[in-house]
Nanobody, 115 residues
Framework: QVQLVESGGGSVQPGGSLRLSCTAS????????VGWYRQAPGKQRELVAS???????DYATSVKGRFTISRDNAKNTVWLQMNSLKPEDTAVYYC?????????WGQGTQVTVSS
């Protein structure tokens, strides 16, 4: 069993930055592929960024060059550094951890980008 707790969301003006954190407990974090999804009102949940247990990263086209995902297995934590934020980045951001036949989700953290 893995528990995921997100933090770092909030409100920011366009062009600003936020750093989301997701800390895991209850299992061996290093064996999981982890990442972030987001869901905006009235839209489907979309994958924002992912990082495998081997630290291979992938990003949605809409955030490439602006967002950076990283992990520290010793701290059981994955981060999402979000720069040059845009109003269209406004959403609830969810952390996840997955391995074959298993997935876990955090409770979500709100990110609002508005002037």
């Amino acid at each position: 069993q893995v528990q995921l707790v997100e933090s770092g969301g909030g409100s920011v003006q366009p062009g600003g930055s936020l750093r989301l954190s997701c800390t895991a407990s209850g299992s061996i974090f290093s064996i999981y592929n982890v990442g972030w999804y987001r869901q905006a009102p009235g839209k489907q949940r979309e994958l924002v960024a992912s990082i495998t247990s081997g630290e291979t990263t992938d990003y949605a086209t809409s955030v490439k060059g602006r967002f950076t995902i990283s992990r520290d297995n010793a701290k059981n934590t994955v981060w999402l550094q979000m720069n040059s934020l845009k109003p269209e980045d406004t959403a609830v951001y969810y952390c996840y951890a997955t391995r074959p036949h298993t997935e876990y989700w955090g409770q979500g953290t709100q990110v609002t980008v508005s002037s």
